[in-house]
């Protein structure tokens, strides 16, 4: 019922800046938050930042605060999670998340921080 495509990856020097986006299509009217995931090789999926839908209330993973912001547009059916000063432990596949009544994932796109 409710598609997601993320978009905005790919490969940045360290200390550059990406902005990543996540489209949904279909019914999103139940959405209650998103989240952004990632998984890095050899590690397990890992929280990155959370956004609700109608309030706007977020909140990140300690290491990301005060690089990485997440926001959205509801009219749009959109979230973004702008990420600067990159390094290379940013590296990961980074995966949206809308949560309602059910869950629903984009299919991921891939960051890569060269050092």
């Known amino acids: 019922q409710v598609q997601l495509v993320e978009s905005g990856g790919g490969l940045v020097q360290a200390g550059g800046s990406l902005r990543l986006s996540c489209a949904a299509s279909?019914?999103?009217?139940?959405?209650?938050?998103v989240r952004w995931y990632r998984q890095a090789p050899g590690k397990e999926r890992e929280f990155v930042a959370r956004?609700?839908?109608?309030?706007?209330?977020?909140n990140y993973t300690d290491s990301v605060k005060g690089r990485f912001t997440i926001s959205k547009d509801n009219a749009k059916n959109l979230v973004y999670l702008q990420m600067n000063n990159l390094k290379p432990e940013d590296t990961a596949v980074y995966y949206c998340?809308?949560?309602?009544?059910?869950?629903?994932w984009g299919q991921g796109t891939q960051v890569t921080v060269s050092s």
């Open positions: 998340n809308f949560r309602g009544g059910n869950d629903y």
């Open positions: 279909g019914r999103t009217f139940s959405t209650y938050s």
């Open positions: 956004i609700a839908w109608i309030t706007g209330y977020t």
